[in-house]
T-cell receptor, first 115, second 113 residues
């Protein structure tokens, strides 16, 4: 079965650089979520999109922005990177059907290292 | 505000032994509860979920969980652990009907041969 695709899987950037993470949801899933998982931490919700509109926002820094495109893929843009941004970034998708809209399916993550 | 507590940071069991991972939640109404498993360097895989109805839910890989409202718990169980079950397990609750998940701090499961 198709899964959530994230690219790149690994990314190394220097401080103050920018990074773009991409997420391709499972086909027919119209909702995308982004989470950040620091070393030894639990995943923390950043932002979500439903039908290309931002639906909720968590602890996402102002330096980060995200959007969902017409094909439902999403991109997380991160600017002025800081050492503390080093983490595993997960994308999850879910369908907005009555029975399944709470089921989030996670991608493998993008490991961002800021040096 | 909702919160999730996983009191055990690490648990070690022998292969073939039974397993129970604890999860307590804080929420006024009936929560939507989930268990996810994360293997090293991998993404989160949904094991099972509870929305309503039967309080004993079956998941993948032989896991089950029981929702106990009186104890605010949603413990994960498996009757016989396999070495491949070694991973980090996260309990999660859906926050405020917002579709976003609040995760517990995770329990790392180690399996002795």
């Amino acid at each position: 079965a198709a899964g959530v695709i994230q690219s790149p899987r690994h990314l190394i950037k220097e401080k103050r650089e920018t990074a773009t993470l991409k997420c391709y949801p499972i086909p027919r899933h119209d909702t995308v979520y982004w989470y950040q998982q620091g070393p030894g931490q639990d995943p923390q919700f950043l932002i979500s999109f439903y039908e290309k509109m931002q639906s909720d926002k968590g602890s996402i820094p102002d330096r980060f922005s995200a959007q969902q495109f017409s094909d439902y893929h999403s991109e997380l843009n991160m600017s002025s990177l800081e050492l503390g941004d080093s983490a595993l970034y997960f994308c999850a998708s879910s369908p907005r059907t009555p029975l399944h809209h709470y089921e989030q399916y996670f991608g493998p993550g993008t490991r961002l290292t800021v040096t | 505000a909702q919160s999730v507590t996983q009191p055990d940071i690490h648990i070690t069991v022998s292969e073939g032994a039974s397993l129970e991972l604890r999860c307590n939640y804080s929420y006024g109404a009936t929560p939507y509860l989930f268990w996810y498993v994360q293997s090293p360097g991998q993404g989160l895989q949904l094991l099972l979920k509870y929305f309503s109805g039967d309080t004993l839910v079956q998941g993948i890989k032989g896991f089950e969980a029981e929702f106990k409202r009186s104890q605010s718990s949603f413990n994960l169980r498996k009757p016989s652990v396999h070495w491949s079950d070694a991973a980090e397990y996260f309990c999660a609750v859906e926050k405020d009907s917002s579709y976003k998940l609040i995760f517990g701090s995770g329990t790392r499961l180690l399996v002795r041969p």
